[in-house]
């Protein structure tokens, strides 16, 4: 997640979209002021920018870091709420912390991808650790298959951004959002943090069943919407 006050743009960063290689790529726009939220330290290496700066924060609004954490030493997690800002944070609570103004007037974008295909993009990375794999049928019964990331870019029902682009054409979206933004110096996107695939001919309709087909489109109705993706 980035907010630049230098070029007057919020980057809303979601799962399993390249967001880290957006970040890569926009870190070098920004000025000492904005804000550059970390990533996983493996791939901070190939930010092309500043390194992370200005996240934390003291809001009235931001959750309070757990006593025993404190008492026990333990550190604060880049993706936690309680830092302040974190990468993957949904626009309401941007909105809280930079205030009307700024949410107001600032030119505010993020992206998104075939839901069909992320989902089997993020069943591969959140299963790569495992020395035994399970099915892609038996991963999509677990809670943490769900994809929030249309939660992060709408609000109350409606966009919430200016811009949605699609992980498809990244480099392009990404270059006509920041030209909406005011920025004239086109950037390219690199290839970072990206996910092994052991069977990477195998397209990703193949992972599925017709139930699971259904069940990704009912999960997923708003991005599917407003992209108008399908199977």
């Given amino acids: 997640m980035i907010v630049s006050h230098a070029h007057r743009f919020i980057f809303i960063k979601t799962k399993k979209t390249a967001g880290t290689a957006v970040e890569a790529a926009i870190s070098q726009l ?7 939220t970390p990533y996983r330290a493996a791939s901070e290496k190939d ?12 809001h009235p609004l931001k959750p309070q ?15 936690h709420p309680t830092i302040g800002y974190y990468e993957h944070m949904p626009a309401w609570r941007i909105r809280n912390y930079v205030g009307e ?7 505010k974008f993020s992206f998104d991808r ?14 790569k650790s495992k020395k035994t794999r399970p099915s892609f049928e038996r991963y999509m019964q677990k809670p943490t298959a ?21 992980y498809e054409t990244l480099e392009e979206d990404l270059n006509a959002a ?21 069977d990477a001919a195998r397209g990703y309709r ?26």
Avoid at 180 to 196: F, L, R
Wanted: net charge positive; aromatic share 16%.
């Fill in 178 to 198: 920041l030209a909406q933004a005011g920025v004239k110096t086109p950037v390219s996107v690199p290839k970072v943090n990206v996910t092994p695939k052991k």
């Fill in 146 to 166: 769900y994809v929030d990331n249309h939660e992060l870019y709408m609000q109350d029902g409606g966009l919430a951004v200016d811009f949605l682009g699609r």
């Fill in 30 to 36: 920004c000025g000492p002021d904005d804000i550059i």
């Fill in 101 to 107: 103004d700024v949410w107001n007037s600032y030119f």
């Fill in 65 to 79: 870091r757990p006593l025993w954490r404190k008492l026990l030493g333990r550190p604060e997690r880049y993706w």
């Fill in 206 to 231: 193949s992972y599925y069943t017709p139930e699971l087909r259904d069940q990704v489109a009912r999960w997923y109705q708003p991005e599917i919407a407003l992209l108008g993706y399908d199977f």
């Fill in 47 to 58: 930010r092309q920018g500043r390194p992370p700066q200005n996240y934390r924060i003291e």
């Fill in 114 to 127: 075939n839901p069909w295909d992320r989902q089997v993009s993020w069943y591969l990375y959140k299963t």
